[in-house]
């Protein structure tokens, strides 16, 4: 067994009251790259502030408050709203209506939109690093939901620990992902305001190729409870790893569960 | 006299129908300039003369492409209150599948230890706060300035 070393490079971010964590695997110390990385940081963190500007229901300037308050005209002149609106409603249908971005009986697309703002800041500033033969391995993390991308050449793969939910300091286990998502949701997770079914099920990972895909499974996972969950995982083909409190660590991949 | 006043009057309410008419008509759609090329999206004002802000009406929004495919969406405002939304457009089963056979696997390994020992670079857990991630198990693993990598052939596709 071989062992590599790759040098890491990593920022936190402080947006939304939640860590973003931005971590490149490099081939090597490249010193060159450190005036690259603060530009990518002050980039992102500029990219964050304008979802926090855009989608925030606690801003009063914000499209979400204004679309809350009964003016329908964000949906016609931001993209980025149209783009964010439409994700929730499939969303709702994808999931048997179990993540719903109306739980509060108004609109609110909080649980969507660290997902999705995730996704797309991946997808402009992070992955296309990757053609740089410095940059092994990109990646971002906002608390606790990840995007990761590999170089096709490289032997890195990205480790990701999944936390368990009743120790912090443990992990139940771990997955080598390569270019995924992965999304974990619990009844401690904060601001998710969902209705959930009364269940001994604690935590839900779920692993796809996009973390809108992910964050919104997780989060409707936690509300469907785990008898309704076994069932999606199956019909939806689903992959990752939920916690119940009696039953302990169920892992399933592509639907079929692995072990219990 | 009160017939000249009575004319004025009605003139004043006829040009101020033709303004808003023409506000109606033209201000309305102006805005969806941009959201034309593709779906030609309809905007119908219903209340124009009240005082409040916001605006009664139907709002179809732009197609809108999604990891799922292509999305349209028509929210229905009434009363200031969002009273229905339509999705319009949406992705067929085979964008949908498609979408899922793409994955690649990950890999997984079920065990149970304490986090500093494992070699991981990230966490996924139920979201700290920002005020909260100071100890924080990812906190401690950003310190580690490298990723030991271990070509592990048994667990690799």
Request: overall charge neutral; proline content about 3%.
């Given at each position: ?12 971010i ?25 530009e ?6 500029a ?19 204004q ?95 999944i ?66 969950l ?15 409190a ?15 | ?15 101020s ?14 805005h ?9 999206p ?17 709002f ?14 028509r ?78 052939q048994?667990?690799?596709?």
């Amino acid at each position: 067994m071989k062992t590599t070393s790759y040098p890491l490079k990593t920022a936190v971010i402080d947006k939304m009251t939640i860590p973003f964590t931005v971590r490149l695997a490099l081939n090597d110390e490249a010193p060159e790259l450190s005036q690259l990385f603060k530009e990518l940081i002050s980039e992102i963190t500029a990219d964050l502030t304008d979802v926090d500007e855009t989608f925030s229901p606690f801003k009063s300037t914000s499209l979400v408050t204004q679309f809350r308050a009964g003016d329908g005209s964000p949906l016609l002149t931001s993209t980025a709203f149209a783009e964010v609106f439409s994700l929730a409603q499939i969303a709702r249908q994808e999931t048997d209506g179990y993540f719903d971005p109306f739980f509060d009986g108004n609109y609110n697309p909080t649980g969507l939109v660290k997902g999705w703002a995730i996704n797309q800041i991946f997808d402009q500033r992070l992955r296309p690093l990757l053609a740089d033969p410095a940059i092994v391995g990109v990646s971002l993390n906002g608390g606790g939901d990840i995007v990761v991308a590999i170089d096709e050449q490289t032997d890195f793969r990205w480790q990701v620990g999944i936390e368990d939910p009743f120790d912090d300091t443990m992990i139940l286990g771990q997955y080598e992902l390569r270019n995924q998502a992965i999304a974990t949701s619990g009844i401690s997770r904060r601001g998710e305001h969902i209705k959930r079914m009364r269940s001994s099920l604690q935590q839900v990972t779920i692993v796809s190729d996009t973390l809108v895909f992910a964050d919104t499974w997780a989060t409707a996972g936690m509300a469907a409870g785990t008898e309704m969950l076994l069932k999606l995982i199956a019909k939806y083909q689903l992959t990752g790893v939920l916690v119940d409190a009696r039953r302990g660590q169920l892992h399933f991949s592509e639907g079929s569960v692995q072990s219990w | 006299m009160k017939k000249i006043i009575g004319l004025l009057l009605s003139l004043t309410v006829a040009i101020s129908m033709v303004i808003d008419s023409y506000i109606v008509f033209f201000n309305g759609p102006r805005h969806l300039s941009t959201a034309r090329e593709k779906s030609s999206p309809t905007k119908t004002t219903t209340s124009t003369t009240q005082s409040k802000a916001y605006k009664n009406g139907t709002f179809t929004g732009k197609d809108v492409s999604t990891e799922w495919g292509t999305v349209q969406v028509r929210a229905v405002i009434q009363g200031g209150k969002l009273t229905q939304v339509d999705v319009l457009k949406y992705p067929d089963s085979e964008d949908r599948s498609r979408q899922i056979n793409s994955r690649v696997l990950p890999t997984y390994k079920q065990e149970a230890i304490k986090a500093q020992s494992a070699n991981i670079q990230h966490v996924s857990g139920a979201t700290v706060t920002y005020r909260g991630f100071k100890g924080s198990l990812q906190d401690a693993l950003n310190q580690a300035k490298q990723s030991n990598q271990q070509n592990q052939q048994q667990t690799g596709r």
